[in-house]
């Protein structure tokens, strides 16, 4: 498979499946002020059955199937923590699989000062690649301390948020009514040295008793049933790479609908040459941990 799909980063990915409620909206660039303080996380688990929507072009893919397993956890006091498994088999339509198993694994502090991930990828049965690594905001700046794939140091923007506070951005946009927010976010992907410019599409609010045409067990769930949500799109364009005819392409796109609590379903990925949609298939909630307040 020639691309992942995002955890925290997030993730992805991403990034945008932790459960968050928003306090209140923030700057998009904001330097030492960031939106977690004072924001109230849900822990969860959610599974996604994904399929292959189309293929495009030139692209050589018949069949697509996986499953996306996702672990929230944490609070305000001790940072948050996600768990994340992909596992995918695609088809060419000439007896050729591959198939893709990756695991994150990651902690964000909850004011946006560090983050630590680890992401291991085995494809077919090739050697596995690492991703493990650090990074920490101080005086207007990120330092990221890689260990895998190689020991190296990296210096990047201060502006630059980390995956939950990503997804906190966004839904504090979308309180506010704003139907487009542009971030920059490192996220520890690919090799852990690329970041990305985002551009999120926000669209208007569904309110919690419109379940929709394919409802599912967020939409089930009783807590989660009286919530608003809001259909998003986020390109992810990297940043620093060349523009064709002064444009640039995104590297991919997601598109889902956000609960307000940050619970995210109908997941639709877009890699340009094809589509896998993810339909969510189980969810659980966690404990009330994060809810309390810290002593």
Not at 21 to 27: K, T, Y
Not at 70 to 87: H, I, L, P, W
Not at 212 to 234: C, E, F, I
Request: hydrophobic share 35%; net charge neutral.
């Amino acid at each position: 498979m020639r691309h992942c799909f995002r955890c925290s980063a997030s993730r992805l990915w991403p990034w945008f499946l932790t459960t968050i409620v928003a306090a209140a909206i923030l700057p998009a660039h904001g330097g030492a002020t960031h939106a977690a303080a004072g924001v109230s996380f849900l822990s969860h688990q959610a599974l996604y059955d994904l399929s292959l929507v189309k293929s495009r072009g030139s692209s050589s893919i018949n069949s697509a199937s996986g499953r996306i397993l996702y672990k929230f956890s944490g609070s305000a006091c001790e940072g948050y923590t996600s768990d994340f498994r992909q596992v995918s088999e695609m088809n060419n339509g000439e007896g050729e699989t591959t198939l893709s198993d990756m695991r994150s694994t990651s902690w964000e502090d909850a004011e946006g000062k560090a983050y630590r991930f680890k992401i291991v990828t085995r494809t077919n049965e090739a050697d596995q690649s690492e991703v493990d690594g650090i990074a920490e905001r101080k005086g207007g700046k990120i330092t990221v301390k890689l260990k895998r794939p190689v020991a190296k140091t990296l210096t990047l923007d201060g502006k630059a948020v980390f995956p939950t506070e990503q997804i906190q951005r966004i839904i504090a946009a979308a309180k506010a009514g704003k139907s487009v927010l542009e971030l920059t976010v490192y996220d520890g992907s690919d090799n852990g040295e690329k970041v990305y410019n985002t551009f999120s599409v926000i669209g208007k609010p569904i309110r919690g008793e419109a379940t929709g045409s394919s409802p599912d067990p967020s939409t089930a769930n009783d807590q989660m049933k009286t919530l608003t949500r809001w259909p998003v799109t986020v390109s992810y364009y990297e940043r620093g790479a060349a523009h064709a005819n002064g444009e640039q392409t995104p590297n991919y796109a997601m598109s889902f609908e956000l609960f307000e609590d940050g619970v995210s379903r109908a997941l639709v990925l877009d890699y340009n040459d094809f589509v896998i949609s993810g339909k969510m298939d189980k969810f659980d909630l966690g404990d009330a941990r994060s809810a309390r307040p810290c002593k």
